[in-house]
Each structure stands twice: as structure tokens, then as C-alpha cells.
């Protein structure tokens, strides 16, 4: 394990301890397998969509991974390399719930100029959409079973004019106390 320790750098592997709640054999061994997956170093949008699309098998989830690809890439060089990677996983999965709505913010600030508009919501509505498969859209309930009206209701929860900006904060605190907010903002495939 020494190798691959000396192998990443030790101002990552400490920040990333200290950022995540993965241990540094943890981080080592995700570095071993990044380096193994991806030889550059780096992850680029393509690459993304095709791992990302493995996880939606049955959908179109090339639009939702570019929106994901974009908010993890938070030096905006159009890669992600291994801090994002694992900063990413660590949001995603294991991740405190402000956290994770701070995320999702960012998921949502498509221009990232700090705030969401409803033109905003409805292209991620749109996006989260194309990860249902077809057949699962008639079992949605009548007032989201599309992308507008998923978004309306989305929309709706935070009580804001459809020319008005909704806040980081506010958009954490209308998630947290709303919990259909919660279910809109994502798509969980259904369990078989």
C-alpha cells in the first residue's frame, strides 16, 4: 500500500481526509483504481456519460450526466480529475443532507451564477425525466408526469414568481422542510 500512498500526493490524500469521511487506505485504493480506470489522470465528459449511463441502463442519461459532470467539475477545466472524483462520491454517497442539497444546488445552478431560475428547474426536470424509463411514466402521479409539470411542481413548493431567483439557502431550507421537494429534485430507480 506504501506505492500507492507515495503515488498521489500528500496535500490531496490530507485534504481528502479531512473533506471526506474516507480513511487514506480507502483513498488510496479509489486512487489505484482512478489511475487503473483512467491512465490520464483525468475524466472527461465523454467518459462520464458512459459511466454514468451504466447505472441507467434503461434510460437516456446523457443529459442528466452532463449536468452532473458540470457540477462536479468545480475548476471548470472540463474534466473532472481524482479530488473532484472523490469529493463527488463522497457527496453522493455518504454525504451529510445540507451537503448534499448544496450539491444539489449546484446541480441546479446551470449558468452557476449563484441562483436558480425556473428555466433552470425545467431543464433539470427535463434531464431527471430522461432517467425514467418509458414505461415507469404512467405510474407517475397526474401532476408530474411530465417534465413541465414536474418542474411547476417543483417550482411551486418554493412559492416564487416564475421570474424570480430562488437563493442557495432558500433552496436548502424549502427542500429540507418539503419532503416532496426532496423526491423532485432526483430520481431514485425503482427497486426490483
Not at 434503461?58 to 472524483?85: I, P
Not at 463522497?90 to 441562483?115: I, M, Q
Amino acid at each position: 500500500m506504501g506505492t500507492t500512498s507515495s503515488a498521489i500526493s500528500k496535500e490531496i490524500l490530507e485534504d481528502l481526509k479531512l473533506n471526506t469521511k474516507f480513511s487514506e487506505v480507502e483513498i488510496c485504493q479509489w486512487y489505484e483504481n482512478f489511475q487503473k480506470q483512467c491512465p490520464s489522470g483525468r475524466i472527461t465528459p465523454g467518459e462520464f456519460e458512459e459511466i454514468y449511463s451504466r447505472f441507467f441502463p434503461d434510460s437516456d442519461a446523457k443529459s442528466y450526466a452532463q449536468h452532473v459532470f458540470r457540477s462536479f467539475d468545480t475548476n471548470d477545466d472540463g474534466t473532472l480529475d481524482f479530488k473532484e472524483y472523490i469529493i463527488a462520491l463522497h457527496l453522493t454517497s455518504t454525504g451529510k443532507t445540507t451537503r448534499k442539497l448544496e450539491w444539489a444546488f449546484s446541480l441546479f445552478d446551470v449558468d452557476k451564477n449563484g441562483y436558480i431560475s425556473k428555466t433552470e428547474v425545467k431543464e433539470i426536470c427535463q434531464a431527471i425525466f430522461k432517467l425514467i424509463p418509458k414505461e415507469d411514466h404512467s405510474k407517475l402521479p397526474e401532476d408530474e408526469n411530465t417534465p413541465e409539470k414536474r418542474a411547476n411542481k417543483l417550482w411551486g413548493i418554493f412559492e416564487k414568481k416564475d421570474s424570480d431567483r430562488l437563493a442557495e439557502g432558500e433552496f436548502i431550507t424549502g427542500v429540507i422542510e418539503n419532503e416532496n421537494a426532496m423526491r423532485l429534485i432526483q430520481y431514485e430507480p425503482v427497486k426490483q
